[in-house]
């Protein structure tokens, strides 16, 4: 039995990778077999002519796995572009097929996996012959999501956006994470309350700038 959740967010800088790393890291601190997966990454770093993806890689160390960064990405592109348009600059096609293989194959391998899309949810896989858009990749894989969103002024437009989006797409949302959250700060103590009254769906965790540490999230899991 293996338990995923998607990671997605209000915007490419929202912190996505960085609260995947948190999480895998807190799960796996508190016993459980957490991996982590990452459909499509661009802007891939170049160390010693050979390519990294850095955000993966990035997970991985700060949850203390000892393995190959590029055995958890299944498409790696050097552009710092969207997934569509660094696969047809490099002439490589993102398909359904390589990511749910890909998903199968990591799920042997972990009892929980933290699975991190790539910008926000309205991001463009394959806009060729054969359309991929992320909510397909989250679609297809059967996962609910978390909305990774900033904490600060315009949040309550993005989050609300992004929420609703989900819910056109027929995903479920779990939860929400506010990042960059500052307790003292009026404006965004009453941009959490907002975001709930508004969306309907829990702020299920509010993560102070710098932080390495999380809540317990291991209820947001969902069977797959």
Do not use: W
């Not at 995923?4 to 915007?11: E, H, K, Q, W, Y």
Request: charged fraction near 25%; charge should be neutral.
């Amino acid at each position: 039995m293996t338990r995923a959740i998607f990671i997605t967010a209000t915007g490419t800088d929202a912190g996505k990778t960085y609260i995947s790393a948190l999480i895998v890291k807190k799960m796996r601190e508190l016993g459980y077999n957490c991996g982590y997966f990452k459909p499509a990454l661009s802007g891939a770093e170049i160390v010693d002519g050979k390519i990294i993806p850095g955000d993966c890689n990035y997970v991985l160390k700060q949850a203390g796995i000892t393995a190959p960064p590029e055995n958890y990405v299944s498409y790696i592109f050097k552009a710092a572009v969207s997934p569509h348009l660094a696969s047809e600059i490099e002439n490589n096609p993102i398909k359904i097929e390589k990511i749910k293989a890909d998903f199968a194959r990591i799920k042997k391998e972990f009892d929980y996996i933290v699975v991190e899309g790539a910008g926000g949810i309205v991001c463009p896989f394959n806009l060729g012959k054969e359309k991929l858009m992320l909510p397909d990749v989250v679609k297809t894989l059967g996962l609910d999501v978390i909305i990774v969103a900033s904490a600060s002024l315009g949040t309550i437009n993005s989050t609300v956006l992004t929420a609703e989006y989900a819910k056109q797409q027929s995903i479920n949302v779990k939860g929400i994470i506010l990042n960059q959250y500052d307790e003292k700060d009026l404006m965004q103590k009453d941009n959490k309350i907002q975001i709930e009254k508004l969306t309907g769906i829990k702020v299920i965790a509010a993560v102070k700038t710098g932080s390495s540490d999380i809540e317990d999230l291991s209820e947001i899991f969902k069977e797959v």
